[in-house]
């Protein structure tokens, strides 16, 4: 992975989409998320390999930006696979690695997926390209409009929010990074925040740190912060505080995979959000696009895979000091480390989900009333 230094004040392409496929050069050009806010820096990916390391290491996060990875990923296995005369079933290989980069996300092996079964149909070299290109490029739209009509559909969330508390401020919780650097435009869950924002409402929002890599405290605050939007950096554990007092109005997040019958799968400490948000009596919305939902599985507890991360994350703390950004050790050395990336919430917990077709309840019967075509699936 080349590392290319952004100097230049960021425009509002840079601003506001993480990742871009350069025709010219057949790379896939990401902001390194890893180092934000602190640094801000552009990488090169110009291989499957180096694909599947930005999916792992964290430079890429956030399930419609990993899809969107992912499908460039198949881009560039296709140009290798071509260039090294190699067949559909040295692609498939490559297509399978990219699939197995992060467990959780089922954005990922969507869109993989979904280009790979174009791409098996065309049998000429230089059409399996532009089929590969093509089809990368209807992900990225997709999930761009998708997540720029959750802010449509939400909008109505936030102004019945409103006019409930006659114009006061509205205040919204979220847990983790669901904005624009985790789905190449406006975001699952801060879209119907931004929406609002955009719309004169007086809101704020509660920004939980998200341990262990702080997506919350680095990069929701960081987006919020550029938008102009009022909010408020908070521990991962003050948000039950927060909403006995009469602070919270609405908790939004995202989703790395929810089931087709209401089970979500977040960042972990969402599960106990939601928990605090069901005895203080406030409604618990998740955001996401369809391409988040797993048609195939039933019970979210049991069946969706729970990535389990490295324990230097949890010994790790990284922040600015002096200008460098450092990491600096916070328990013992040798005291051991379980690092669960995700928990899944029940559907029981969910008040709705606001998704591209509208908002339903988080029943199998409401979501595919809004999905009519899945009810194929078993």
Known sequence: MESITEKRKLDRENTLRPIRFIEEKNIVRVIDQRLLPHEFKWLDLKTVEDVIAAIQTMVVRGAPLIGVTAAYGVVLAVLNTVKINQGDDFLE????????????????????????????????????????????????AFETESCRLIGVHGLPLMEALCEAKHGRTVNILT??????????????????????????INIHVWVDETRPLNQGARLTAWELGRKGVKHTVITDNAGGHLMQHGLVDAVIVGTDRTTHTGDVANKI????????????????????????????????????????????EVRYVQGLDGGKIRNVLVPPEQSPVANFAFDVTPARLVTAFITERGVCKPTREDILKLFPEKREIP
Not at 106 to 130: C, F, G, H, S, Y
């Open 93 to 140: 290989t490559e297509c399978s690695k990219i699939k197995a980069a992060r467990p959780t996300a089922v954005n990922l092996a969507w869109a993989v997926d979904r280009i790979l079964a174009e791409v098996r149909t065309v049998k000429d070299p230089d059409q399996k390209i532009t089929t590969a290109k093509k089809q990368a490029g209807i992900i990225e």
């Open 175 to 200: 847990h983790c990074n669901a904005g624009w650097l985790a789905c190449v435009e406006y975001g699952t869950a801060t879209a119907p925040i931004y929406a609002a924002h955009e719309k004169g």
């Open 269 to 312: 400490g969402t599960y106990l959000k939601a928990l605090a948000a069901k005895d203080n009596g406030i409604p618990f919305y998740v955001a996401l696009p369809s391409s988040t939902f797993d048609w195939t599985l039933t019970d979210g507890i049991q069946e969706i895979p729970i990535e389990e991360r490295e324990p230097h």
